[in-house]
Nanobody
Framework: QVQLAESGGGLVQAGGSLRLPCAASGSTFSRYCMGWFRQVPGKAREFVAAISRSGGSTPYADSVQGRFTISRDNAKNTVYLQMNSLKPEDTAVYYC?????????????????WGQGTQVTVSS
């Protein structure tokens, strides 16, 4: 099992930046494909970005391509989501997730472990 803890959320003005770390513990971090998802009330959880075990594959949702960057530091057991040029429509609770997979997973149904989430609010 792996435990996940997101941090770094907050209130930011449109056009600003935030960096979300997600710290993992309890298992060998490098075994896991990691993903970031987001959710707003009344809507399904939405894929944002994912990263393979080695970091060599990083798919993104079209809505964040070119603005967000996912990365990981296997020595620190941490995955990051760098969010630039934020828009009000990026407002959501952001979750990191993990699955022990050699393949990169983009569906929330494919993930086994989830953090508690961190709120990101972008004001216009």
């Amino acid at each position: 099992q792996v435990q996940l803890a997101e941090s770094g959320g907050g209130l930011v003005q449109a056009g600003g930046s935030l960096r979300l770390p997600c710290a993992a513990s309890g298992s060998t971090f490098s075994r896991y494909c990691m993903g970031w998802f987001r959710q707003v009330p009344g809507k399904a959880r939405e894929f944002v970005a994912a990263i393979s075990r080695s970091g060599g594959s990083t798919p993104y949702a079209d809505s964040v391509q070119g603005r967000f960057t996912i990365s990981r530091d296997n020595a620190k057991n941490t995955v990051y989501l760098q969010m630039n040029s934020l828009k009000p429509e990026d407002t959501a609770v952001y979750y990191c997730a993990a699955v022990p997979s050699i393949l990169v997973v983009t569906s929330p149904l494919g993930y086994d472990y989830w953090g508690q989430g961190t709120q990101v609010t972008v004001s216009s």
